[in-house]
């Protein structure tokens, strides 16, 4: 039975992880056990949930014998994009917080959270396709343009902003532990060096 290990020393704790692809019912029950067994994470950014559109997500963390301690946001592929998917498990006490969610085409996320005091804040969940054929790009570019307007929207409304996700590359490909190969497939690193930069 999974004990009520809620977080409550008023830092916000979050991670991000990249699932691969939701391979079997439960999966998500059991990243969510995982969030609490290990992290007491607030908050699960995840990448590359492959999960469709039409894929119905009301009940892959529902379980009567063990209740989930998150709600999930999702971002589902309206096709079948190598890759698309992403979700941001939530617990309840921050979830009654989420004033709104905007989602990006099953590759992007964004959930603010408002207080009576007015403090607010946005979180921004991406997942960059690693692929660089034309249409991967012109998704990345998509991509790119949608997070940079939810970056910049926040910060013009005095909003902070706390931006996670699978960037599939580095900033600085001569600190890239990856083959020779892959460095030269890296990432265009537009995204990233905005987001350094900003």
């Known amino acids: 039975m999974m004990t009520d290990t809620t977080n409550t020393n008023g830092y916000l704790r979050i991670t991000s992880i990249n699932v691969q692809g939701a391979r079997e019912y439960g999966f998500f029950k059991a990243v969510a056990r995982w969030g609490v067994d290990i992290g007491n994470f607030d908050i699960i950014a995840c990448q590359e949930t492959k999960l469709q559109a039409d894929k119905t997500t009301k009940y892959l963390l529902f379980d009567k014998n063990e209740p989930s301690q998150y709600i999930g946001f999702w971002a589902n592929a309206t096709t079948r994009e190598?890759?698309?998917g992403v979700a941001s498990l939530v617990t309840e006490l921050w979830q009654k917080h989420i004033i709104k969610r905007n989602t990006h085409k099953g590759r992007g996320i964004s959930l603010d959270f408002g207080y009576h005091l007015g403090a607010h804040f946005r979180i921004?969940?991406?997942?960059?396709?690693?692929?660089r054929d034309e249409e991967r790009k012109r998704e990345l570019q998509e991509l790119t343009e949608w997070a940079k307007k939810e970056i910049?929207?926040?910060?013009?409304?005095?909003?902070?902003?706390?931006?996670c996700g699978d960037f599939n590359g580095v900033v600085n490909p001569?600190?890239?532990?990856?083959?020779?190969?892959?460095?030269?497939?890296?990432?265009?690193k537009g995204l990233l060096e905005w987001l350094v930069e900003t």
Not at 124 to 131: F, G, K, L
């Open 124 to 131: 921004v969940n991406c997942y960059v396709p690693a692929s």
């Open 82 to 84: 190598m890759g698309a």
């Open 174 to 188: 001569s600190l890239d532990r990856s083959s020779e190969k892959n460095q030269n497939t890296n990432i265009e």
């Open 152 to 163: 910049q929207e926040a910060k013009e409304k005095g909003m902070e902003t706390i931006v």
